[in-house]
Structure formats: C-alpha cells, structure tokens
C-alpha cells in the first residue's frame, strides 16, 4: 500500500475515533436538517416563491453548515495540532513529505464532506419531501467550489494557529459568522440588501446561493462563482505562503 | 574503519546568534558517536543539518556519499532519526504507527520483530497516549529504525525518562547496533555517553572542543585524583596544601576532598597518622569523563534537574 493510501486509512480511522469530532462533523448537519424538517410551518409553501417551502431554501444552508464544520472546524484543528505536536515534522524525516499528510487530511475531510451531502439529500427526500436537486450537474460543481473555498479559508487558519486551541477559536470566530451569512439564521431570501450584498462575497454565502439556483434547475451566477474561485486562488496562496511545518 | 559522516566546518546562524561555528568530525560505520555538550551549545542543529531538516550557512556535509540537502530523498531512505519533542496522534495505536511508517520506506524492516525486540509486541493495540514516557521513547526508536536505515540520530533520547527507564534504553540502542547501524547520539548525560558511545564528540558554544574515546578524553586529565575523606577532628588546610602532590583542598559536607597528583593518598595518609587524625569514608576517586569536560570547557554540565 503507498504511504499515501496508508495516511488516508489511518487518518479516517482516528477521525472516527474521536466523538467529539464524529458528533460535531458527521452529527450536526443532519440532526439540524432532521430538527428544521420536523417544524410544521417549514413544510408549508412560502407565498410568492412558486411554492418553494423553508425546509426547501434550508437543504444547501445545511449542506454549507456541513462544509463549514469540516473546512473550518475540523481540518484546521487536526492540521494546527500536528504541527504543534511535531507530527509534521517528524514526518520530515522519513521520505514522505509531511505535505502528504495533508493531503490525505484533505482527501478524508472532503469524503466525508460528500458523504454528507448524499446522506442529507437522501433524508430531505424521503424524510421531507423536498426534491432532488433540478440541475445535478451545476449543484455539484456549486459544492465543489464551495467545498474548495472554504478548505481554502480553513487551510489559512491551520496555517496561522500555533495550536490546535487556537486553531479551534480561529474556526469558531470564523464558522458563525460564515454560516449566518449563508442564511443559517435568517434565509438569504429574506436578508436585507446591505447584508445579502455582503453574503454574496462570502464564500458560503456565495456557495449557498449557488446550490439554491441549482435546485431549482438554474446555473449558478457568474458573481457568486468567481466569489468562490477568488476565496480559493486568494486563501489557498497566503495559506500557502505562510504555512510552516514547525 | 569507512566514515559514514563527513563534517566539516559546518555554520549555522539564527540572525546575529551563530549557533554552531565551525564544527567537524567524522563518524565512522558501526559506531556509536556522541554528541555531547551542555544544553544550548549546537548539538541539536549539528544533528538537524546532518538529518537534512537544517540548510547550514557553511561548511559540507556528507553522509554515506550523500548531500543532506540536495539528495534529500535519497538520504532520508538511509538516516533514521528520533527528534526531540515530537508525538504522534494521540488515538494512533502503536501497530498503526509501525504499519504507518513503515509505508514510507522502500525496503522496511519486519516491524514485529522489531518491537518485539524493543519490549513493545504486548503494547500493539495501545494508543500511543497511553503508552508511558519509556514506552513512547522505545516506540520512537522502533520508528527511527523500521526503514532498515544504515545510520540512525538519536536525540536526547533519554532525557525525561527515570533511570531504569533510562538503562533499559541503553540496552535497545546497544541491541540497534548489534544490528549494524551507526547510531549517533546527542546527550548531554556524562553517564550515557560514558557507558554507550565509542567516541565522542564534546560540543561547547556551537565549536567542537576535543573528538576522542570516553577513555581518551578522561585520560587528557587523568593525571589528576581525588581523595575524600571525613576527618575525625578538625585538620589546617594548609598542612594539606604544604604537600607537593596536594593542588587542591576542599571541604564538602563534613568531608574533604584532595585534589592532586602523582602517589597522593600515600601523602595525605602519613599527613593524617602524623597529625593523629583519622580518616573516616576515605575514598580514592580517579578522574571522570565530567571532569574531563570540566577541563576541557571549564564549565560542569547542567544537571537534568537544573533544566
């Protein structure tokens, strides 16, 4: 087996075996899918939005509070923390480059990302009647940049965190703020102008309103896509810079 | 004997500070080369130059032909190390680790063997939090070795551990060897260096200050001797130091400890029977690897508890 693989398989095995992680990663997001689904009034139509119903605009803003544990929350965490451990750099050592690890870091927390998002399709279907996304293909490219620009965010605060203490402080100040600007609190719907134009050049907000079009069968919109490309390109290359090993 | 480890007038800054200042010696195949010096004095950069971790300011390196820097790859596959202060994932269990690490190498030993070598084949489904401060230390050297690496750099290997702990590692690192590997090892215990290294390096303010055996560097200051003695009642210093072969008197505790040369406690001796003293405890010390590098540095090495 390559050392690659082999960091991969051991990296998901300890993610799985720490609760708090597993509650927090795999648990949230669903449980809140399942929680808002349960609300009467949210499977009632919305007037005016072509009958449209909360827990319909709510399946991305669920979806985005999943990426947003993962991008932000977790990766950081577990990244932050082996640096501060010295994992990284013992791994210096060996012929594996740490970087590897990493990357298998990005492979786990991305699997898992997806395995969400089919997980929490597949309950809003059958649980709650809400309808497969109308253009798959656009709803897939819409979190997969996503997924990628907040990976990116989350990528700078592993970078910039001494420890994974601090890496979980950094994410938590970033998380509410992200997941309130894709709509968590209140739907991007009913944002006022200032704060919708804000949530627009925000990753998730960008992402949300992307998977939102996607649902109801549109192409996600020019704005909200470079929004998303820029996180990335901008994110990944300072977290690049400044990354250390030690 | 080949060396297997050139240095040579190795430099390296931090800013204005150089930490090691022109350092050489070679290391030959099959030995067990210390490196030893006082906390600070460049011991862990020399090493971490050598491991390729470090790009030196000046000066070569080559290990078993190789550039540390430029074949990096290559020399990683042939040098083990064991870094101070580095973990693994708390949750990892140690079969993990092995089966981890020993992915990253082309030609890995059987780890199973190894940890069973090492004392650790009942330990295999323990996380590695679990493990004790010993038991992590054996885990790092099984991890330090399992790419079947010709040259293994063990640092500060023992420090932290309690001194059964800090025996039975002595005993593994001998065992290593017995395995063929070169094992270099940073210290800063005289009694480590002492029992376990073939030659040593002593390290002060980032210079190399005298490469010899254990033995070699004691007997640069072997000419000089100790006896110690409690005295039954109170004797003038300076009959003592009226001795030829007295250098120097002093008093620790309720004892006194003679320094001097050539027949010393045939002088002390009559001294006392003439003055009708006697000596109680009296003990004859020969001169030691500390204080060969009280002479050598002019300074004792810090005591673990001083750290």
Known sequence: ?246 | MESIIEVNDLVKRYGATTTVDGVSFSVDEGEIFGILGPNGAGKTTTVECIEGLRKPDGGSIRVAGLDPQSEARELKELLGAQLQETELPDLIRVREAMELYSSFYRDPVDWRELLDDLGLAGKLETPFRRLSGGQKQRLSIALAVVGNPRIAVLDELTTGLDPQARRDTWDLIERIRGRGVTIVLVTHFMEEAERLCDRLAVIDSGRVVAVDTPAGLVAKVDHRQRVRFRPSAPLDHALLTGLPEVSHVERAGGQLVVTGTGDLLQAVTALLAQQGVIAGDLRVEQATLDDAFVALTGRRLESEEAR
């Open chain 1, 1 to 246: 087996m390559t050392a690659f693989t082999k960091l991969t398989m051991i990296e998901t095995r300890l993610f799985f075996r720490d609760l708090m992680a597993v509650g927090l990663g795999l648990g949230l997001a669903p449980i809140l899918l399942v929680v808002l689904g349960l609300v009467p009034t949210f499977r009632e139509p919305i007037p005016g939005l072509d009958g449209l119903r909360t827990i319909d605009i709510y399946v991305p803003v669920l979806v985005a509070v999943a990426v947003a544990t993962f991008g932000v929350f977790i990766l950081p965490q577990l990244m932050a923390g082996y640096r501060a451990k010295g994992v990284l750099r013992r791994m210096r050592t060996t012929p594996v480059q740490p970087g590897t690890l990493l990357g298998a870091q990005l492979v786990m927390g991305t699997a898992m990302t997806v395995g969400l998002l089919l997980i929490m399709l597949v309950i809003a279907r059958l649980a709650f009647a809400v309808a497969l996304p109308q253009n798959i293909l656009a709803y897939l490219v819409s979190f997969v940049l996503a997924t990628a620009a907040t990976g990116a965010v989350g990528l700078v605060v592993a970078a910039l965190a001494p420890s994974a203490a601090s890496a979980n402080g950094i994410g938590m100040v970033l998380y509410f703020p992200m997941l309130f600007f894709a709509g968590l609190w209140i739907p991007r719907a009913n944002m006022h102008p200032i704060l919708l134009t804000i949530s627009d050049f925000t990753p998730l907000g960008a992402g949300v309103a992307s998977l939102q079009d996607a649902a109801v069968g549109d192409w996600p919109q020019l704005l909200h896509v470079a929004v998303m490309v820029g996180w990335t390109v901008l994110a990944g290359a300072l977290a690049a810079r400044v990354f250390r090993w030690e």
